[in-house]
Every structure is written in structure tokens, then in C-alpha cells.
């Protein structure tokens, strides 16, 4: 269940617990990244296409989540009831307060540590734009342990050279087929009943999410 709440709908409840699902079943993904970096250099080979096989496991079960978002959830009910409230905000004023307008990223899934997580591991490579730079604007909206994480696994060494082309490859298009139900969900949530090409976190994000994939699947042995 939900502890907090915008307009008490069951639709709303069920939007959330489909993403708290989502973060749990990263867990394991976790482990597998933790497991590689403590791995001996002679094992190191093995260990890495072990967990990658994990990983693409642990990926393709979040994407079985987020596959069940109709389930519970009306498209049309989402977009005009709590959607409002969850969207970016702009030129936000405190009354009493003496500070420029002020912008805020709206509730988006770009604050989840898990797919930048993933890309760090990878070292998957993105074409620099105003999308990347969202991206690392996020990090200002993740806690600190997770932005420490983040560097730690950045500043592991490139596996994709010593990885099996068959394990790293399915990890790639795992991340690959999430991203394609999200961008359908976004196109039949959002981009069908609104002319403005924004996302609830305030960027292009149709172009955004075919571009991820287009990258991810690019980044293949």
C-alpha cells in the first residue's frame, strides 16, 4: 500500500507500487556489480559473465513489472487526475522568500539510480545533448549514497572487452526492451493526449527514450 497520496485513486497506488516493485527486483543487480568488483583477478573472467547473466535476468523481471502498468492503471484517468500533480514545475515562488524563480524536475523514472547504475557498469556510451546533460542534472535528486554508488562503479574498469559477447550482449538488449515498454507507455500515458513534447520531468522525452535505445543496442559486441 501507499502512505501518501495526491487524489486516493487505486490507479495512483498502483503507478507507484509498480516502480517500488521495479527498484526491489534491482537488488540483484546490485549484487551481481558488487560481486564482479570484489572478484580475485583469476576469477574475474567467470565471475563478470556470471553476473551479467544475472543482471539480464534481473533486468527482463523489471521489465515484466512494467509491463503490467494497465493492469490497474487508466490512461486517460492518469493523464488528468494525478499527473498534475507529479509534473515538472516551473518559475516556482515561496511567498516571504527573497530568490530568483526557482525550476523543479517533475516525479520521473531519470531519478532512478538503476539504469544509470547499469551504463556505468557497461560504460555504455551516450551522444552528449541536452538529454545526457538531464540526466546528470538527476543526480541532484538522488541520495547521496546512491550519487556515491554511482561514482564507484564508474571508476571500475571497462568489462566489456573481457565479458562473453553472448552475456554482455543480453544485458544490453534487456536495458534495450525495458526502455522500449517505457517509451510505449510514455507514447500511450502521455505524448497522445498532449501537444507538448515535455515529460513529467520536463524534457523531450520521446526523442530522449529512442535515442537511449537506439545507443544501448549500438553499444552491442
Not at 521495479?22 to 572478484?39: F, K
Not at 535476468?57 to 490497474?72: D, F, Y
Request: charged fraction near 25%.
Amino acid at each position: 500500500d501507499t502512505l501518501q497520496n495526491f487524489v486516493h485513486l487505486y490507479d495512483e497506488h498502483w503507478f507507484i507500487l509498480v516502480h517500488v516493485e521495479i527498484e526491489a527486483r534491482a537488488a540483484e543487480v546490485l549484487d551481481a556489480i558488487a560481486e564482479v568488483s570484489e572478484a580475485a583477478p583469476e576469477q574475474l573472467a567467470e565471475t563478470l559473465n556470471r553476473s551479467l547473466c544475472r543482471i539480464a535476468a534481473s533486468v527482463n523481471r523489471q521489465a515484466e513489472v512494467l509491463r503490467r502498468i494497465p493492469e490497474k492503471m487508466d490512461p486517460a484517468l492518469y493523464y488528468r487526475t494525478f499527473r498534475p500533480y507529479i509534473r515538472f514545475l516551473e518559475n516556482v515562488r515561496y511567498e516571504g522568500v527573497e530568490l530568483p524563480p526557482m525550476q523543479f524536475r517533475g516525479e520521473t523514472g531519470a531519478q532512478s539510480s538503476i539504469m544509470p547504475l547499469l551504463e556505468a557498469f557497461l560504460k555504455i556510451p551516450h551522444k552528449p545533448s541536452i538529454l545526457t546533460n538531464h540526466l546528470l542534472d538527476m543526480r541532484n535528486y538522488m541520495p547521496q549514497l546512491h550519487r556515491e554508488l554511482l561514482e564507484q562503479v564508474e571508476a571500475m574498469a571497462p568489462i566489456r572487452q573481457l565479458a562473453a559477447a553472448e552475456e554482455f550482449n543480453s544485458v544490453l538488449e534487456a536495458i534495450a526492451g525495458f526502455r522500449e515498454i517505457h517509451l510505449g507507455w510514455a507514447e500511450e500515458y502521455i505524448n497522445r493526449r498532449t501537444d507538448d513534447p515535455r515529460g513529467t520531468g520536463g524534457t523531450p522525452y520521446m526523442q530522449w527514450l529512442k535515442q537511449l535505445i537506439d545507443e544501448t543496442r549500438s553499444h552491442m559486441l
